[in-house]
């Protein structure tokens, strides 16, 4: 199959009814008021010039603004499309937070359309974060990092291995940085790719991670699969990724100086 249409699939077979983010007490990441419709209009400060990828709405994809990222939820394969988030050298320097440790199916998502807790227990996956927790400012978004629209099903040796350097060197990139970096992360699935749990939760065959810094208009991407014994490697350009996955993720604006 070609690895250009591999996003396509999570894509496929899914007009956008979306839920609102109602803050949590500190750390109480299961208190959650009534809902709101909301969209990605009322959190665009996550993506680059306020533009979110180019990805033509479909049923079962759900938009979700939460304190410090947005998430592009698939009904279909119960993961993340993406994750988007804005960091900069002020933000990663506050993320000292205690860690969460409390996932939680996110209550805005149907249940039809979701993770739930015991799709991962005894799974052989570890519930990998998109969004970091390691990129996360405040108590308030630490805690809603753990929800399981932000996970993915992830070889735990890769987890901790090759993808947490590829979120390390992106901190300290952006600690390095002049102004805002924008980051898109996600994962990409196959026909072959396996599914876990009794609601489904479909594991990706491969994971990005896009960094585009809006100071020096430079982007590149990480691409890794999902994988004991996989390392880091160099970047890819922002058009392989594009090649490779056939999405636009930033607007054509974002490299004109």
Same mark, same amino acid.
């Given at each position: 199959?070609?690895?250009?249409?591999?996003?396509?699939?999570?894509l496929?077979?899914t007009?956008?009814?979306?839920?609102?983010?109602?803050?949590?007490?500190?750390?109480?990441?299961?208190?959650l008021?009534t809902?709101?419709?909301?969209?990605?209009?009322q959190?665009?400060?996550f993506?680059?010039?306020?533009t979110?990828?180019?990805?033509t709405?479909r049923a079962?994809?759900?938009?979700?603004?939460?304190?410090a990222?947005?998430?592009?939820?698939s009904?279909?394969?119960?993961?993340p499309v993406?994750?988007?988030q804005?960091?900069?050298r002020q933000?990663?320097e506050?993320?000292?937070e205690?860690r =969460?440790k409390?996932?939680f =199916?996110?209550?805005?998502?149907?249940?039809?359309e979701?993770?739930?807790?015991?799709?991962?227990?005894?799974?052989g996956y570890s519930?990998?974060?998109?969004?970091?927790?390691g990129?996360?400012?405040?108590p308030t978004?630490?805690?809603q990092s753990?929800s399981?629209?932000?996970?993915v099903?992830?070889?735990?040796?890769?987890?901790?291995?090759?993808?947490?350097k590829?979120?390390?060197?992106?901190?300290?990139y952006?600690?390095?940085?002049?102004?805002d970096?924008?980051?898109i992360?996600?994962?990409?699935?196959?026909?072959?790719?396996?599914?876990?749990?009794?609601?489904?939760?479909?594991?990706?065959?491969?994971?990005?991670?896009?960094?585009y810094?809006?100071?020096?208009?430079?982007?590149w991407a990480?691409w890794?699969?999902n994988r004991?014994?996989?390392?880091v490697g160099?970047?890819?350009?922002?058009?392989?990724?594009?090649?490779?996955?056939g999405v636009?993720?930033?607007?054509?604006?974002?490299f004109?100086h």
């Open positions: 199959m070609r690895v250009a249409a591999l996003l396509a699939l999570t496929a077979g007009v956008v009814s979306n839920l609102s983010w109602a803050r949590f007490p500190q750390f109480d990441n299961t208190a008021l809902p709101e419709p909301t969209s990605f209009s959190c665009p400060q993506f680059a010039n306020g979110p990828p180019a990805i709405p079962q994809f759900r938009e979700l603004c939460y304190e990222f947005a998430v592009l939820h009904g279909t394969t119960k993961t993406y994750v988007a804005r960091l900069n933000l990663i506050d993320a000292d205690k =969460a409390r996932f =199916a996110d209550a805005r998502l149907p249940s039809a979701r993770a739930e807790l015991e799709d991962y227990k005894n799974s519930r990998g974060h998109m969004a970091p927790a990129d996360m400012p405040t978004a630490m805690a753990f399981l629209a932000n996970m099903p992830q070889i735990a040796q890769h987890n901790s291995g090759a993808w947490n590829v979120e390390q060197d992106t901190r300290h952006v600690k390095r940085a002049k102004g970096v924008f980051v992360t996600g994962p990409v699935f196959t026909d072959a790719g396996l599914r876990i749990g009794a609601n489904g939760v479909k594991v990706p065959t491969y994971l990005f991670k896009l960094v810094d809006a100071t020096t208009q430079r982007a990480h890794q699969q004991d014994g996989e390392t160099r970047p890819i350009s922002y058009q392989e990724l594009v090649n490779r996955t636009e993720f930033l607007p054509r604006n974002a004109q």
